[in-house]
């Protein structure tokens, strides 16, 4: 059983940091992009990092400079870096990754369960 586990998310000060996890668990024969996207309450889920097998890096305008995606393929594990936290940032934060579980013939789309990140003022 494939899936995405996701860990690190809290209740922080507005100009604190936090790191999210997202560990990819099952028999997997390869990972390709991965990816955290955001959705608060009210509002569509948005796109907030991306990142290449090759380690390529993209983020939205409203995290540039605050947030840093980063992978560790040994541990099978995305990492979102946030600093400089704002209330803004407030939301359900969820991992995606490309898998290609072992017992499959490609790639398949897989979402991690969510985690809670609020920002206090």
């Known amino acids: 059983q494939v899936q995405l586990v996701e860990s690190g998310g809290g209740l922080v000060q507005a100009g604190g940091s936090l790191r999210l996890s997202c560990a990819a668990s099952?028999?997997?024969?390869?990972?390709?992009?991965m990816a955290w996207y955001r959705q608060a309450p009210g509002k569509q889920r948005e796109l907030v990092a991306t990142?290449?097998?090759?380690?390529?890096?993209n983020y939205a305008d409203s995290v540039k400079g605050r947030f840093t995606i980063s992978r560790d393929n040994a541990k099978n594990t995305v990492y979102l870096q946030m600093n400089n936290l704002k209330p803004e940032d407030t939301s359900a934060y969820y991992c995606?990754?490309?898998?290609?579980?072992?017992?499959?013939?490609?790639?398949?789309?897989?979402w991690g369960q969510g985690t809670q990140v609020t920002v206090s003022s």
């Open positions: 990142i290449t097998s090759g380690g390529s890096t």
């Open positions: 995606n990754a490309e898998l290609w579980p072992r017992d499959q013939a490609g790639f398949r789309t897989y």
């Open positions: 099952g028999s997997i024969f390869r990972i390709n992009a």
